[in-house]
């Protein structure tokens, strides 16, 4: 299959061609969201943060807004700021590179009507930059994908995270990305993970990740396990946070080793193609931001019980190992991995028909989270608002 994507200034490929407009903070969302609903094509990436943090969790909101604005499935972006919040706009804008980038600071054009007026025209003179970008032919080594899984049950380590992890190894193996996310889901299987990381401060780093997520925690006087696995896991069959882990770990495969652990919207090495473990919570939305705010143009994420949530800017394949699910929310499953328990089939094939899946919708195939309108975003916080 001749894959074929929007080659960017960097070089780097994107598969999809979006006009994103993002608020730097809660203060400028619905300026961004009045300008976004007025341009056709454009994403907002409306959040609740940018103000009022501290520290690394500053950092974290703003590594995230500036990964979203440089992945490469973004062709132009409009940054909009109040203009007195922690995170300004002119730093975002400044930090987003080899793409067409315009920015509006609210305070300074007169206020939001102003500001929307102004936002409307910008977007639209964007929009036009992009809309007839040609498609260039790229190679798998430029793809990168992120693993994810929520809403679990059984049937997810037994069938669909399996079924992820083979086609994961495919796409390494043919000198592509996947990044594993979600820490609070390796709690219990990280002993059967280090291994896999190089010896040394790589393996210590994976480790040292899992181990501060626990004790996050603790600080708060609380029991992970009081929030894990999640009321939908345990009505669903799973019974401990072990379990949870020991299959959300598949989507890993099982034979090919760790490159790095990065932290949260870390940028994924372009150089060094491989699996990668992302530092990321368990809340599927502020998992799947942080690793596309990372680099990835496509995420898989599987769903026992069910989920329809999606990205903004990357397109999301569904995929269950529930037959009964994969009935029942349709509308929402792209990949019925639950053919395994139906019907049989083996993992190696489920896992060459998601692989093929994956590059289908690397080429332009729309998923159904796409189809439906899901844009999901949320920012992963680790901090208080002051």
């Not at 669909?160 to 000198?175: K, M, Q, Y």
């Not at 989507?251 to 994924?268: H, S, V």
């Not at 193609?273 to 995420?299: H, T």
């Amino acid at each position: 299959m001749q894959l074929m994507g929007y080659r960017r200034k960097n070089g780097d490929i994107g598969i999809r061609n979006y006009l994103l407009i993002i608020p730097t903070s809660v203060c400028a969302g619905e300026v961004a969201e009045r300008v976004g609903r007025a341009v056709e094509g454009a994403v907002v990436i409306r959040h609740q943060h940018g103000c009022a943090q501290m520290g690394h969790d500053t950092e974290q909101s703003r590594r995230t807004l500036i990964g979203f604005g440089q992945n490469p499935n973004v062709g132009a972006v409009l940054v909009i700021g109040l203009g007195c919040e922690g995170i300004q706009a002119a730093e975002v804008a400044g930090a987003i590179q080899d793409k067409p980038v315009e920015s509006i600071v609210i305070q300074q054009v007169g206020g939001s009507v102003h500001a929307t007026a102004l936002g409307i025209e910008l977007a639209k003179k964007l929009a036009d930059e992009i809309r007839d970008l040609p498609k260039s032919p790229f190679s798998i080594e430029e793809l990168r994908l992120g693993l994810e899984c929520g809403g679990s049950d059984p049937t997810s380590g037994i069938a669909a995270n399996p079924t992820i992890g083979r086609a994961s190894d495919l796409l390494v193996e043919a000198g592509g990305t996947s990044v594993l996310s979600e820490t609070t889901e390796v709690i219990g299987a990280e002993h059967l993970l280090a291994p896999r990381f190089p010896e040394g401060e790589k393996r210590a780093r994976f480790l040292r990740m899992v181990a501060d997520c626990e004790r996050r925690a603790i600080q708060l006087g609380e029991d992970l396990r009081g929030a894990q696995p999640t009321p939908g896991n345990i009505a669903g069959g799973l019974t401990t946070i072990e379990e949870k882990s020991l299959g959300c770990m598949y989507k890993a495969g099982k034979r090919l080793p760790f490159q790095d652990a990065l932290e949260y919207a870390q940028m994924i090495p372009r150089e060094t193609p491989g699996l990668y473990f992302m530092d990321s919570p368990g809340q599927d939305i502020e998992s799947i931001s942080g690793m596309v705010a990372g680099g990835c143009q496509i995420v898989v994420f599987s769903t026992g019980r069910g989920s329809p949530t999606g990205c903004a800017i990357a397109p999301v394949i569904k995929l269950t190992g529930n037959p009964a699910t994969a009935l029942s929310m349709e509308e929402n499953i792209d990949f019925n991995a639950g053919r395994i328990i139906s019907e049989g089939a083996s993992l190696d094939r489920m896992g060459e028909e998601l692989y093929a899946m994956i590059l289908r919708v690397a080429n332009g195939e729309q998923t159904k989270a796409e189809i439906n309108g899901h844009r999901e975003f949320a920012i992963y916080r680790v901090g208080w608002t002051f």
